[in-house]
């Protein structure tokens, strides 16, 4: 769970301690503790439900290379083979490959 974004945001776990921490992809520069673990990881996610067919409006967060953080924004349109363009990069269509990498469909309002 997200308290920037208030919001249920996928992850996946890239290293675990010994202590039983744990770094995840959306927060790659720190370690989670078990007792934070508690309350902010939820369970995991079944395979390939993380990539979902993209729909206008839906809240999404995109990570962003050159800032190197994740933003909130939303879908405003959406292609024929599920590109998507958002509200943060207008004019710019994410393939599907990219949407994988770079896209988190939030599970609640930004």
């Known amino acids: 769970y997200s308290l920037n974004l208030t919001a249920w945001i996928p992850c996946v776990i ?3 301690g010994a202590s039983g921490n744990v770094v995840i992809d959306a ?3 720190a370690w989670i503790t078990p007792a934070q673990q508690a309350s902010y ?3 995991a996610a079944a395979p390939g439900l993380q990539l979902r067919i993209p729909l206008i ?5 995109y990570f962003s ?3 190197k953080r994740w933003i909130p924004t939303i879908v405003t349109d959406v292609g024929d ?7 943060i990069k207008p004019g710019v269509w994410l393939q599907r490959e990219a949407q994988q990498r770079v896209l988190r469909w939030c599970a609640s309002k930004l």
Request: glycine share 8%; no cysteine; aromatic share 4%.
């Open 41 to 43: 990881l939820g369970p």
């Open 81 to 87: 083979r599920d590109e998507v363009e958002l509200e």
């Open 14 to 16: 890239l290293e675990e």
């Open 57 to 61: 409006g839906d809240k999404v967060v």
């Open 27 to 29: 927060l790659p520069y």
């Open 65 to 67: 290379a050159s800032h």
